[in-house]
């Protein structure tokens, strides 16, 4: 395995649970991956980082300069070699597995704040409409395992039992993925202090990073196309960047520049990443923040579930959201604030946040802007791509 990956902290976090054995793997049904799609797809045609070459003498350059176009243009890539191995990340999936399969009033005990935009916990399906009828999506967020979240959230005792694992991966993402990544852009970005990005998205510090289980539930053909085959859901990730597991069952689509969707596939071995909102503040819009949509599956998938690990990275909550000053490239773009007056990380998150789990609050600032635009604050407006 690579040789990034050896500064991962150990688990801390552990929780008295009842018979724990009831939830060992010898008595979880295995997750089992679907197959792929056989249908012809439009494929996205992105670059593989292989972060074992990241502590190789000139290893950084070479990624980096791998990256230059993927972060300016795509904004999506995908990286192998990141110190989880294939047994750690389907037991992930087996727990993400069984948490959905959880009655639903266990999943309720450990419901989501929708109204004040506290986003940690189980989100229900159905809360929003795509087309003519409502999402099939669930989602499980797991916050960092810092004392600024101890004791605020619960979960089942199913996770309870796996806690330190659950914790092990999470911080793996962190440092063996999110941190190397922050190195290379700041290589991209020509900044004098490689660590400057780092700073601002240290482990301990309070940030709204989150690590995700999440379900796209089957669904009838007439389901399918009452919602539109999801083509509505184009949008951009609020934080660093985004992690996805691989994910067989197609859906995942790009848009690029030339105005065109394609699909992201599921390479062995890899993470996708995609640059999200914050990064690209922070550079003015010159790191994209990467405008993406999951459809309806081609049909041969249509019987599978579709079962997702994502990890959610975000800066420090103070971090001002403002452009860089001391990169030559960002000076040599001539980048702008994208704000009318300086906002932080934790005002931001609460603005986007409020809009993406009140569907109704969202419905009613893009009826009243009429334009398919929603000032989310400080002058800056959020859109919906279709
Ligand atoms: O499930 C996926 O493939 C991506 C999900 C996504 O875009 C999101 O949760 O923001
Ligand atoms: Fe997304």
Redesign the pocket.
Known sequence: MSAVITKTAKPQVSFPVENPAQYSYENLTPYVHPPETKEELPWAELVTLDLEDYDRPGGKERLAKQLEHAVHHVGFFYVKNFGLNQTQIDQQFTLAKHFFELPTEEKAKHEVKYETANYNGWRRAGRSKNGSTVDAVEIFNIPKFTPDFEGKYTRPDLLNAHLPEIEHFSKSLHSNVVLPLLRLFAIVLQLPDEDYLVRQHTYDKKSEDHF?Y?I?HKRTPEEHEASGFGHSGG?T?LGTV?L?FR?PVA??QILGDDGKWTY?SAQPGTITVNLADTISHITGGWLKSSI???VAPPKDQWEYE?T?L?YFSRPHNDVVLEPIVDSPVLNAAGVKSRFEKPVTMEEWVKAKQTIQLNPEIAAKKYAESGDGTVELIAGFKDRKYA
Request: charged share 25%; hydrophobic share 35%.
């Open positions: 995700r999440m796209y949008h990730d985004t996805l994910q859906g995942l992201v993406h949509r999951v579709r997702g994502l």
